[in-house]
T-cell receptor, first 112, second 113 residues
Framework: EAGVTQSPTHLIKTRGQQATLRCSPISGHTSVYWYQQALGLGLQFLLWYDEGEERNRGNFPPRFSGRQFPNYSSELNVNALELEDSALYLC???????????FGPGTRLTVT | QKEVEQDPGPLSVPEGAIVSLNCTYSNSAFQYFMWYRQYSRKGPELLMY????GNKEDGRFTAQVDKSSKYISLFIRDSQPSDSATYLCAMSALAGTASKLTFGTGTRLQVTL
């Protein structure tokens, strides 16, 4: 069974630009979660999507947004990039009503 | 104060040692407790999960939860070099859907030959 996949693996952007990160969940999983893992800060919850709807949001500014498509894949958009947005962005998926989240390998975003 | 505290390490042990990894938390609403293992340049991998207080064993791994002390532990017996990774504790207050997990910052473990 294929795991959670993310693309691209690495992304380099300049301050002020926009970044788009993509995630495909495990087949059968309807929930997708996005986390930011910055150095020394651990994983910070960003967004949770389920059945195409945003269900919960972490303490991040509105320039972090996303969506979930009918096939349950998801996209994270970060607008007006700042240097401190440089981090590993992890996507996880889960079955409906499950607290077991399975993570992808992440997208490393570097903002220069 | 962070909701979940975890010693970042690094923790270095010889092969075959018993490893003890710990997290403390402040939110008494947390009911679901998980341990993830993260190898370098990889996403976290779910190792074990427990509900409420008590112990759970899976092979060389034992997870312990003490809700009265707001303290959770992961024990690794007969540690192997392949156990070298960062171990993250995670917690959730909600039943059913996870909604969001609150993670510790992770403890880096190095098992030496």
């Amino acid at each position: 069974e294929a795991g959670v996949t993310q693309s691209p693996t690495h992304l380099i952007k300049t301050r002020g630009q926009q970044a788009t990160l993509r995630c495909s969940p495990i087949s059968g999983h309807t929930s997708v979660y996005w986390y930011q893992q910055a150095l020394g800060l651990g994983l910070q919850f960003l967004l949770w999507y389920d059945e195409g709807e945003e269900r919960n949001r972490g303490n991040f500014p509105p320039r972090f947004s996303g969506r979930q498509f009918p096939n349950y894949s998801s996209e994270l958009n970060v607008n007006a990039l700042e240097l401190e947005d440089s981090a590993l962005y992890l996507c996880a998926s889960s079955l409906p009503d499950s607290y077991e989240q399975y993570f992808g390998p992440g997208t490393r975003l570097t903002v220069t | 104060q962070k909701e979940v505290e975890q010693d970042p390490g690094p923790l270095s042990v010889p092969e075959g040692a018993i490893v003890s990894l710990n997290c403390t938390y402040s939110n008494s609403a947390f009911q679901y407790f998980m341990w993830y293992r993260q190898y370098s340049r990889k996403g976290p991998e779910l190792l074990m999960y427990t509900y409420s207080s008590g112990n759970k064993e899976d092979g060389r791994f034992t997870a312990q939860v003490d809700k009265s002390s707001k303290y959770i532990s992961l024990f690794i017996r007969d540690s192997q070099p392949s156990d070298s990774a960062t171990y993250l504790c995670a917690m959730s207050a909600l039943a059913g859907t996870a909604s969001k997990l609150t993670f510790g910052t992770g403890t880096r473990l190095q098992v030496t030959l």
